[in-house]
């Protein structure tokens, strides 16, 4: 019997599948012994499993971009943007992961090789120690303080959801890790009001949600968080979970929850 065909191999596990139960034979046919039906059971199954792990071959394939980059993030715990070097991934039916796509040319090996040169360098790091920056702003000075609800001596002040207020005006000089602390307060409220703090903003790169935090009402609480800007001129925004769901509203008026920004002390 040719097992490697699929039909075949349907039938016979149908087969198989009706004796293990007991439906074959019938019972107006002789029945095998217990011992009789367990040897061919078992004979037919190791041919069965044979044959469907024959034509489960899995093809020996490279990693795809996505995976590469996912792989050295979970190796060494950084983030380089290697997409950005390696070439597209052909697809297949929409996927990117089919083996039998994911073969590799001399050229693409080269990039592979510029791709792990960056990896490299982003492990070991420059020969020198890099520039450490402290500075404090008031998000009121800041050219994106148009954005926001209010602008008040003190900060200002979100009340709706439906938009974001970036730092326009306060951007990283380059790659790393970095520290941001922020003063906050919910306002016009007896709880806290959740904000959402928004990372890479401005780049190349698609941007990301660094963390969410609650402000609490009657006193400014300091929320602190570390994230990584991937790219030069990355960076961050904030933005209310919920809230009102206008782009705009008359602050004046408006007597809902929002959050206060406030300048450091």
């Not at 943007?81 to 992961?97: C, I, K, N, R, Y």
């Not at 920056?133 to 003190?154: F, G, H, M, Y």
């Not at 009657?218 to 769901?245: H, K, N, Q, W, Y």
Request: net charge negative.
């Amino acid at each position: 019997m040719d097992f490697s065909d699929a039909e075949v191999r349907r039938r016979w596990v149908y087969l198989y599948d009706r004796v293990a139960t007991g439906q074959m034979p019938p019972e107006s046919e002789a029945r095998p012994n217990s011992k009789s039906k367990s040897k061919f059971l078992r004979a037919l199954g190791d041919s069965l499993t044979a044959a469907d792990l024959a034509g489960c071959e899995v093809v020996l394939r490279r990693l795809n971009r996505t995976e590469y980059e996912n792989t050295v993030r979970d190796l060494f715990d950084i983030y380089v943007d290697v997409q950005s070097t390696l070439p597209d991934d052909s697809a297949e039916q929409g996927f990117d992961t089919i083996g039998s796509d994911l073969s590799i040319s001399a050229e693409q090996i080269v990039t592979y090789i510029e791709a792990a040169d960056l990896v490299l360098d982003q492990v070991f790091g420059p020969s020198q120690a890099p520039r450490r920056i402290d500075e404090t702003v008031n998000i009121k000075d800041l050219r994106s303080r148009t954005t926001a609800d209010q602008v008040l001596p003190d900060g200002v002040v979100l009340f709706i959801g439906a938009k974001s207020l970036p730092m326009y005006g306060m951007s990283v000089p380059s790659p790393g890790l970095y520290r941001l602390r922020v003063h906050v307060e919910a306002i016009q409220c007896d709880r806290p009001v959740v904000m959402q703090v928004h990372g890479g903003e401005t780049g190349r790169i698609p941007g990301h949600v660094a963390g969410f935090f609650e402000a609490p009402p009657g006193r400014i609480t300091t929320i602190e968080l570390t994230d990584r800007a991937v790219e030069r001129d990355d960076t961050f925004s904030f933005r209310l979970v919920g809230g009102f769901p206008w782009w705009k509203v008359n602050a004046d008026e408006y007597k809902g929850a929002g959050c206060f920004l406030a300048r450091s002390k």
